[in-house]
Nanobody
């Protein structure tokens, strides 16, 4: 059973930065196709970023140039560096595998004040 544990969310002012972490535990072979999603209040969960292949990462248009996906294979952890945060980035952030998701974790709350 794969378990996803997100952390790093906080309350920040607009223009601030945060780094989210997602620890992946269980019988996982690799972190390939892992990504980040977010769900704002009253909205559907949406895609944020994912590493499609080695060296190729896709980002939602709304976060391009501000967010950076990375991973540490030795720690089975993926990260999301978020810079120049905006109030519209406020959401619960989740990590998961793209296309064939594992059971969802509890997410981590990011709140950006204006």
């Amino acid at each position: 059973q794969i378990q996803l544990v997100e952390s790093g969310g906080d309350l920040v002012q607009a223009g601030g930065s945060l780094r989210l972490s997602c620890a992946v535990s269980g019988r996982i072979v690799s972190l390939n196709s892992m990504g980040w999603y977010r769900q704002a209040p009253g909205k559907q969960r949406e895609f944020v970023a994912a590493q499609v292949t080695a060296g190729l990462t896709n980002y939602a248009d709304s976060v391009k140039g501000r967010f950076t996906f990375s991973r540490d294979n030795a720690k089975n952890t993926v990260y999301l560096q978020m810079n120049n945060l905006k109030p519209e980035d406020t959401a619960v952030y989740y990590c998961n595998r793209v296309g064939n998701p594992f059971p969802w974790g509890q997410g981590t709350q990011v709140t950006v004040s204006s």
